[in-house]
């Protein structure tokens, strides 16, 4: 079993940044991929980026060249740095443990808000 806790949401005006914080604890973190999803409302559960527990990475189209997902395995932490945002990034965001196959991902936090004003 995994807990995750996301943490660094908030309100941001466009173009500003923030950064994400997801720290996990139970079984060896370091076994796990990892991802950030987000949903905004009356809208489907997006992909934003992945990490393998290789270290590869993959990010949605849209916010590639802004975002950079990276993990400390030494913390169990999972980070999602944000730039240049967007309003349209407003969301909730996850982030989520597991295998990156078909996007297998079995354990999931309750997600931190991130609103970002015009």
């Known amino acids: 079993q995994v807990q995750l806790v996301e943490s660094g949401g908030g309100l941001v005006q466009a173009g500003g940044s923030l950064r994400l914080s997801c720290a996990a604890s139970g079984r060896a973190f370091s076994t796990y991929d990892m991802a950030w999803y987000r949903q905004a409302p009356g809208k489907q559960r997006e992909l934003v980026a992945g990490i393998t527990r290789g270290g590869s990475t993959n990010y949605a189209s849209s916010v590639k060249g802004r975002f950079t997902i990276s993990r400390d395995n030494s913390k169990d932490t999972v980070y999602l740095q944000m730039n240049m945002l967007k309003p349209e990034d407003t969301a909730k965001y996850c982030c989520?443990?597991?295998?990156?196959?078909?996007?297998?991902?079995?354990?999931w936090g309750q997600g931190t808000q991130v609103t970002v004003s015009q």
């Open positions: 989520a443990a597991g295998s990156a196959v078909l996007g297998h991902y079995i354990y």
